[in-house]
Nanobody, 117 residues
């Protein structure tokens, strides 16, 4: 059964860092660009980072640019999100999935990130 398992979230103070991991089973990310998404209460899910299969091209919206870094280890079917200088507005549940909607599989449970003093 294909599935996504996100981990690495937690409670961190403003300015702190976290590294999220996403393990994908069944090679479902093979040859596909992958994204990290987040959803805060009352908000729609939004893309916060994406990376091509080769890792050669990444994308970040302005809200996280220069603070978040996405990477991947294709041999391990794993995608990472390094988050630095975290802000309270980064508080959300974080998910990974294929970047393109037509490639997506059912969402995992996500990992909660809470930025608070």
């Amino acid at each position: 059964q294909v599935q996504l398992v996100e981990s690495g979230g937690g409670l961190v103070q403003p300015g702190g860092s976290l590294r999220l991991s996403c393990a994908a089973s069944g090679g479902i990310f093979r040859f596909k660009p992958v994204g990290w998404f987040r959803q805060a209460p009352g908000n729609q899910r939004e893309l916060v980072a994406s990376i091509t299969y080769s890792g050669g091209t990444t994308y970040y919206p302005d809200s996280v640019k220069d603070r978040f870094t996405i990477s991947r280890q294709n041999a391990l079917n794993t995608v990472y999100l390094q988050m630095n200088n975290l802000k309270p507005e980064d508080t959300a549940v974080y998910y990974c999935n294929a970047q393109n909607q037509y490639d997506r599989i059912p969402w995992g449970q996500g990992t909660q990130v809470t930025v608070s003093s």
